[in-house]
């Protein structure tokens, strides 16, 4: 392995100076301190002293018999600690506060709570391992980490937290270690441990540095056998004990002692080099010049139990000059023995008070010279808080590491001509990764029973991502490939294109034996939920990577390797809290939407927030119809009315103006010939889309085409069958006459204006723009849509006529049509006009889910800017987002609507910016951007369901208030 070894000069000079020259157990009011530990020290007897080296187990998930032996010990050998191990954080903290109430003494509490309190406790929160973090850049957020531990441990009543494991990982086949190092670096672990320590002690819990000397460099378990570290002193110093060192100058509390044999220090190698005095107290406390407290590791472990019997050990633990026996047998035994050493002098009075008097002022600075209960009140809340969460997303954001990217394949950046698959390797879960990738753009899980099979399918695919998912449950389960995998790996490389993720220790790539083919080499380092959903985000640039490898891959990637991706400006997921929301806010929309389902306004609804570029919030609710058969999912469309105005019509209009074809002031008449000798040939561009210019509302094509005596569509107009006369498809099984979009358009064109000029909103020139487009580009507006923005923006589900490209099971009924198509409406658009051009328009047809809205939203809200690629010049968005008619009352910008100018109105919640705009959809649905907030917000649902009648939605403006409650969610202007 690749290890850097810092140059050995004037050892004895640099350890000197490194030495702590104050103790870091004292406070800064050491007077106070002093009075409160010589207080307790003059009143101690012999037996309390020896009792207050004692840490022993404690668990809350045994029975009441179990409690009462801890209970028994405390009360008759005068314990002065614990460490809580497996169980839940309520019944551990009434243990604590039993515990404490019976000690005359003040108990200090031990933990194991390396990677959070989840290494011992159930209902408690999990952050990464340490290898993962190994890997950032960014110290602060390690010292965040620290911090949040320590407010974790402080709020069970924990005063010293048995971390940072500071082990420099120079062996992967340790199997011990290993993912609990920061790596085999020790600059890196140093300053790692440094900021992880400066955290957790701001929280007046103790850190502990461990395994010292250094468990790093074996491949033997302490648990199980006494480990050999057979390395030179020079080895030792600019490895090993270089973090040390390093802690040492920066004020850590305690240290713990690992049982390992050191013949370099220690010429009786089987002595443990917890009870070695040559490693204790010669090369620790005096050559080290460490003044904190010094605890063993656990006593229990074979690496020193089998050295003597319990009592003996424990004898020479103190012998060598600890100050705490962590988890010793033979309590009564040992302090028998311990009792006798003094009173027969083998151990001083000057040694057993130095040891106690280090105990007693960790104690008080850890707080308990003013101790307090536990607090059971919201106890579970305060230990899972959100900003947990923010903080787990921000180290796995800044952990995962880019170690080859040829071909420029990460991240992801043409989404229209990618057709991209996904192939599993290894036996955990990978749901969430999957779910994520499929929000950017549809991949496809590509598996078979045999290589062949799977090499086959893969030939339609241009993009290959490989996922390596291996346990997370804890850091010491398995990673490596099995000969099979890297077989269909090298197979699967060699024949495609592929990028490579691992959610497995960065060890896992050791088995690799070439990385030739593999063009982009990926490493998350975790399977957890939170590093497979960061990944997917970054392999698509919505986020960036930015980590480096903590530890080396042969020849093939040093350590410290890593190229930072770019970011593409494609919409991220988080939680609300990241970008200065309130979850609990949030939340009341779920309240909002459960009495929108049961007051029956709509049978269900989708509902997505985003801000800052991240959606926060995205729930769906209740049914599709009130038969309640099918839950609405993230993933199902719904038909978005006339959002497709800004969505379908708009952008193709934006686009043919950019591109000269039209300009604002250009008369309908120019780009419509239709219009050419009507009233409405001077009409110019900005007016009609202003909603200004005097243009009806709408017209209801399909009347004329329905049969006066049976109120059903006309045979003259329909069929049930497609043929060349009856092409136009406007529902299930109903065919309209070919020619009769001619007569719509002359519909539009014999439609009277209104008398005078005033605000009217109006759909009639997205009609026109329908034909204007096809004969402009040659191509049908869905397909220039598709391949103008919708393609390239990943937004798979936003599309005219779904069922050309989806089940039907995914898309929600509108209404059942009881006066025009006589059906159940699903997956045909709603708004008959539309219907009457095949599902193809700019004022109704589109649908789509919530989180395809938002791209485009979100791209609109950049200006035009989004996945790396523009599709809008600023100037454009920032034209067509813009009143010009406001004097007149008009708040509509062109084609976008906009906050009210009328307060009675109720476009807008009326608590968004002049800035904002979106648009609402007569089925239900609603869209908003505000630039000023950064807020995106999409609302979609059915209340049209079972009728249009079902107005109840529209009645309470619930689309406006679910706005209000986001807009209150926004904390950090507060």
């Given at each position: 392995m690749n290890t850097r070894i810092l140059p050995l000069i004037f050892v004895f000079f640099i350890t000197f100076m490194n030495a702590q020259e104050e103790s870091p157990l004292d406070k800064k009011d050491t007077y106070g301190q002093n009075i409160w530990v010589d207080s307790i020290m003059k009143s101690m007897t012999i037996d309390e002293k020896i009792g207050q080296l004692f840490m022993i187990p404690a668990y809350s998930n045994r029975d009441a018999q179990h409690e009462a032996d801890v209970t028994e010990l405390i009360n008759k050998y005068h314990i002065g600690g614990l460490v809580f191990f497996q169980g839940t954080p309520e019944k551990e903290a009434k243990m604590t506060n039993n515990f404490q109430k019976i000690s005359k003494i003040p108990l200090m509490l031990g933990f194991d709570g390396e990677w959070g309190l989840d290494m011992r406790l159930d209902n408690t929160y999990r952050f990464p391992w340490n290898m993962t973090l190994g890997a950032i850049q960014d110290e602060s957020l390690i010292e965040e980490f620290g911090e949040m531990l320590g407010k974790h441990h402080s709020?069970?009543?924990?005063?010293?937290?048995?971390?940072?494991?500071?082990?420099?990982?120079?062996?992967?086949?340790?199997?011990?270690?290993?993912?609990?190092?920061?790596?085999?670096?020790?600059?890196?672990?140093?300053?790692?441990?440094?900021?992880?320590?400066?955290?957790?002690?701001?929280?007046?819990?103790?850190?502990?540095?461990?395994?010292?000397?250094?468990?790093?460099?074996?491949?033997?378990?302490s648990h199980l056998t006494l480990p050999t570290i057979p390395f030179s002193r020079q080895r030792l110093d600019s490895v090993e004990l270089y973090p040390y060192r390093e802690l040492f100058k920066n004020g850590l509390a305690s240290i713990m002692v690992a049982h390992l044999s050191v013949p370099e220090y220690e010429p009786n190698t089987a002595l443990p080099s917890s009870l070695s005095k040559n490693i204790v107290t010669d090369l620790l406390k005096e050559k080290m010049g460490f003044k904190g407290l010094i605890f063993t590791d656990a006593l229990n472990m074979k690496g020193a139990a089998n050295f003597s019997s319990p009592a003996e050990i424990n004898l020479e633990v103190i012998k060598a000059g600890n100050d705490i026996l962590l988890m010793p047998l033979d309590i009564p035994e040992s302090i028998a023995k311990l009792k006798k050493a003094v009173t027969d002098s083998v151990i001083t009075t000057k040694r057993l008070d130095e040891s106690v008097k280090k105990i007693l002022k960790a104690k008080y600075w850890a707080g308990l010279n003013n101790y307090k209960p536990i607090e059971l009140k919201n106890l579970n809340e305060d230990l899972n808080g959100q900003d947990a969460e923010v903080l787990h997303y921000k180290l796995v954001e800044n952990a995962t590491t880019l170690l080859k990217n040829e071909l420029d394949l990460f991240p992801v950046k043409d989404l229209a001509e990618a057709k991209i698959a996904y192939v599993k390797l290894g036996d955990a879960d990978n749901t969430t990764f999957i779910n994520r990738l499929n929000d950017y753009t549809q991949v496809d899980v590509v598996s078979g029973k045999n290589l062949n099979d799977v090499i086959k399918k893969l030939k339609e695919y241009n993009l290959v991502?490989?996922?390596?998912?291996?346990?997370?449950?804890?850091?010491?389960?398995?990673?490596?490939?099995?000969?099979?995998?890297?077989?269909?790996?090298?197979?699967?490389?060699?024949?495609?294109?592929?990028?490579?993720?691992?959610?497995?220790?960065?060890?896992?790539?050791?088995?690799?034996?070439?990385?030739?083919?593999?063009?982009?080499?990926?490493?998350?380092?975790?399977?957890?939920?939170?590093?497979?959903?960061?990944?997917?985000?970054?392999?698509?640039?919505?986020l960036s990577a930015k980590g480096r490898l903590p530890v080396s891959i042969h020849n093939d990637f040093a350590v410290g390797s890593g190229i930072n991706s770019s970011n593409?400006?494609?919409?991220?997921?988080?939680?609300?809290?990241?970008?200065g929301m309130d979850t609990k806010k949030l939340e009341r929309i779920d309240s909002l939407a459960q009495e929108v389902v049961k007051d029956k306004m709509a049978p269900g609804m989708q509902v997505l927030v985003a801000r800052k570029g991240k959606v926060v919030y995205r729930k769906s609710f209740g049914y599709h119809t009130d038969k309640q058969e099918t839950r609405v999912q993230n993933t199902h469309l719904?038909?978005?009315?006339?959002?497709?105005?800004?969505?379908?019509?708009?952008?193709?209009?934006?686009?043919?103006?950019?591109?000269?074809?039209?300009?604002?002031?250009?008369?309908?008449?120019?780009?419509?010939?239709?219009?050419?000798?009507?009233?409405?040939?001077d009409i110019s561009?900005?007016?009609?889309?202003?909603?200004?210019?005097?243009?009806?509302?709408?017209?209801?094509?399909?009347?004329?085409?329905?049969?006066?005596?049976?109120?059903?569509?006309?045979?003259?107009?329909?069929?049930?069958?497609r043929s060349n006369d009856f092409s136009i498809k406007v529902a299930n099984k109903l065919y309209l006459r070919s020619d009769y979009k001619d007569s719509?358009?002359?519909?539009?064109?014999?439609?009277?204006?209104?008398?005078?000029?005033?605000?009217?909103?109006?759909?009639?020139?997205?009609?026109?723009?329908?034909?204007?487009?096809?004969?402009?580009?040659?191509?049908?507006?869905d397909i220039l849509d598709d391949n103008f923005f919708y393609k390239p923006l990943g937004a798979t589900t936003l599309t005219y006529n779904p069922l050309n490209k989806f089940s039907e099971k995914i898309i929600v009924p509108t209404e059942r049509d009881l006066y025009f198509r006589n059906?159940?409406?699903?997956?045909?658009?709603?708004?008959?006009?539309a219907a009457m051009f095949g599902g193809v328009n700019g004022n109704a047809g589109l649908f789509s889910n919530s989180n395809d809205v938002a791209k485009m939203m979100q791209m609109y809200m950049q200006e035009g800017y989004y996945g790396g690629k523009r599709y809008f010049k600023a100037e454009t968005l920032?034209?067509?987002?813009?009143?010009?008619?406001?004097?007149?009352?008009?708040?509509?910008?062109?084609?976008?609507?906009?906050?009210?100018?009328?307060?009675?109105?109720?476009?807008?919640?009326?608590?968004?910016?002049?800035?904002?705009?979106?648009?609402?959809?007569?089925?239900?649905?609603?869209?908003?951007?505000?630039?000023?907030?950064?807020?995106?917000?999409?609302?979609?649902?059915?209340?049209?369901?079972p009728t249009a009648s079902n107005s109840g939605l529209v009645k309470h403006n619930i689309r406006t208030i679910a706005q209000q409650i986001i807009q209150d969610a926004i904390v950090d202007g507060d």
């Open positions: 709020r069970l009543g924990i005063h010293v937290n048995f971390a940072p494991v500071v082990d420099v990982n120079i062996n992967p086949a340790n199997p011990i270690i290993g993912n609990r190092s920061f790596g085999e670096d020790p600059r890196n672990v140093a300053s790692k441990a440094v900021a992880f320590t400066k955290g957790m002690q701001s929280q007046n819990v103790l850190a502990n540095a461990k395994h010292f000397p250094g468990h790093g460099d074996t491949d033997a378990d991502i490989i996922g390596y998912h291996k346990s997370n449950e804890s850091p010491w389960k398995g990673f490596k490939f099995s000969n099979k995998e890297l077989v269909w790996l090298q197979e699967i490389a060699r024949n495609n294109r592929v990028i490579l993720d691992v959610f497995a220790s960065a060890y896992s790539l050791l088995d690799i034996k070439t990385f030739t083919n593999i063009e982009s080499v990926f490493v998350s380092y975790q399977n957890s939920i939170i590093s497979q959903d960061i990944s997917a985000q970054q392999i698509f640039g919505a593409l400006y494609r919409l991220s997921y988080g939680v609300p809290e990241s970008v719904y038909d978005l009315a006339s959002i497709t105005k800004i969505l379908g019509g708009l952008p193709l209009i934006m686009k043919a103006e950019e591109e000269g074809r039209f300009n604002l002031e250009t008369p309908l008449a120019k780009l419509f010939p239709i219009l050419n000798n009507t009233d409405k040939k561009i900005k007016e009609a889309l202003s909603h200004y210019g005097r243009l009806k509302s709408w017209i209801p094509y399909y009347l004329k085409t329905m049969d006066s005596a049976t109120k059903k569509p006309s045979d003259k107009f329909y069929r049930h069958s719509m358009y002359q519909a539009i064109a014999d439609a009277p204006l209104l008398t005078r000029k005033r605000y009217k909103y109006s759909g009639l020139v997205f009609y026109l723009f329908n034909d204007y487009f096809t004969k402009e580009y040659n191509q049908t507006m059906q159940l409406l699903r997956g045909y658009v709603h708004d008959q006009g920032r034209m067509f987002n813009k009143r010009y008619y406001s004097k007149n009352n008009v708040r509509r910008g062109l084609g976008f609507d906009k906050p009210q100018i009328n307060p009675k109105e109720k476009a807008s919640c009326g608590c968004v910016s002049s800035k904002s705009f979106g648009h609402s959809g007569y089925t239900g649905t609603y869209t908003w951007a505000d630039p000023e907030s950064e807020l995106v917000f999409v609302f979609l649902s059915n209340r049209v369901y």
